[in-house]
C-alpha cells in the first residue's frame, strides 16, 4: 500500500468482452458486471474493520480499497472491431465519464479477455498493429493483414509511417509496449500476493479482438499522453514544474472458470488494481523527490 507522501490519485476503467461465436457466457462479462459491487463490499468492509481496531487501516488498505470502489468504472464491449474502436474513442472525448472526469493523475485502461485454453492468467506486455481475425468479429469483419492504427485518411496502405496531428502513425506488425512493469507486476503478484505460478507476463496477445483493443488502447494513450505533456509544456516553459494526467493500458487475459473459478478470478483483478495504484503512487511520490 502507498506510504507516507504517496498520493492515491488514480482511476480505471475495466472492459470485458461480450458473446463472440456462438459462446453466450464469456468469463469477462460476469467478472467486470460484478466488479463495482464488489469494489462497494470491499471498501465498506475495510472501514468497518477500521473502525473496530482503531488502527486506521485494513486489508486491501481500507483507503485502498475506498479509493478504488469510488474510481472504477466498468464497461462491456462488443466482440466486434468497430465497437471497440468506438468505445476506446469515446473514453479519450471531453464530458462526464470520461478520462478527463476523472481529476485522477493516472487513468489505467484494464481490459480483460478470455483465453479459452489457458491455464493461468496473463499479463500481456505488448499488442501488435496487425488485424487478422481467424474467424469474424460479432459484425461480420474478418480482416487479413490490416492495420488497426489507421494512417491518414484515403492512404491506400499503412506499410510507412505518415504523419498524424504532428506524430508518426505505426506500420503494420508494429509493437505497442504498455507503460506498465509487466515483469515487476507479475513478480508481486505471484510472490507478495500469493498466485504464485497461476500468474505470468506474456507478449503474445493473438491476433483477434482483444490484440486489436489493446493495440488501440494502447495507441490512443500514448497520443494522448504525448499531447497532453506537450501542451502543458509549451504553457509552463521548458523549465517548469508540471502535472498532467497520464494514461496506461493493460490487458489481462483469464482462463475460464472451470480452471480458475469466478470468486477467485474476480479477487485477482482487484488485487492486480490494488498493486497498480499502489506502484503508480510510488512512481509519482519518487518523481516528486
Not at 464497461?75 to 465519464?97: C, N, P, R
Not at 494512417?151 to 504532428?166: L, P
Not at 475460464?256 to 488494481?273: E, S
Amino acid at each position: 500500500m502507498p506510504h507516507d507522501g504517496e498520493e492515491l490519485s488514480v482511476a480505471f476503467f475495466v472492459t470485458g468482452f461480450g458473446p463472440f461465436r456462438g459462446v453466450s457466457d464469456n468469463p469477462t462479462t460476469t467478472i467486470v458486471n460484478a466488479l463495482p459491487s464488489h469494489l462497494a463490499d470491499m471498501s465498506a468492509a475495510a472501514t468497518k474493520e477500521a473502525h473496530c481496531d482503531g488502527t486506521g487501516c485494513a486489508s486491501v488498505s481500507g483507503v485502498n480499497a475506498q479509493h478504488l470502489a469510488s474510481n472504477t468504472t466498468t464497461h462491456i464491449f462488443e466482440t466486434s472491431a468497430q465497437d471497440v474502436k468506438k468505445s476506446i474513442d469515446d473514453l479519450f472525448t471531453a464530458g462526464e465519464g470520461t478520462i478527463n472526469d476523472t481529476g485522477c493523475k493516472d487513468v489505467v485502461l484494464l481490459h480483460l479477455g478470455v483465453n479459452y485454453k489457458g491455464k493461468w492468467f496473463q499479463l500481456e506486455r505488448a499488442a501488435y498493429n496487425d488485424a487478422s481475425f481467424r474467424v469474424a468479429d460479432e459484425r461480420g469483419y474478418q480482416p487479413k493483414g490490416e492495420c488497426i492504427i489507421p494512417a491518414e485518411e484515403n492512404e491506400e496502405s499503412c506499410s510507412c509511417e505518415v504523419v498524424m496531428m504532428g506524430m508518426t502513425a505505426p506500420p503494420y506488425g508494429h509493437k505497442l509496449s504498455t507503460t506498465l512493469n509487466v515483469p515487476s507486476l507479475v513478480q508481486k503478484m505471484s510472490s507478495e500476493r500469493g498466485y504464485g505460478n497461476c500468474v505470468r507476463s506474456s507478449s503474445d496477445p493473438g491476433r483477434f479482438v482483444c490484440n486489436y483493443a489493446y493495440c488501440y488502447s494502447l495507441h490512443k494513450s500514448s497520443r494522448y499522453n504525448e499531447t497532453a505533456a506537450a501542451a502543458i509544456q509549451s504553457d509552463v516553459g521548458a523549465d517548469g514544474d508540471f502535472c498532467c494526467t497520464t494514461v496506461h493500458s493493460l490487458f489481462l487475459h483469464v482462463p475460464p472458470f472451470h480452471v480458475v473459478d469466478m470468486k477467485t478470478q474476480l479477487t485477482f483483478v482487484c488485487d492486480l488494481m490494488d498493486l497498480i495504484q499502489a506502484e503508480l503512487a510510488k512512481s509519482r511520490g519518487r518523481r516528486r523527490r
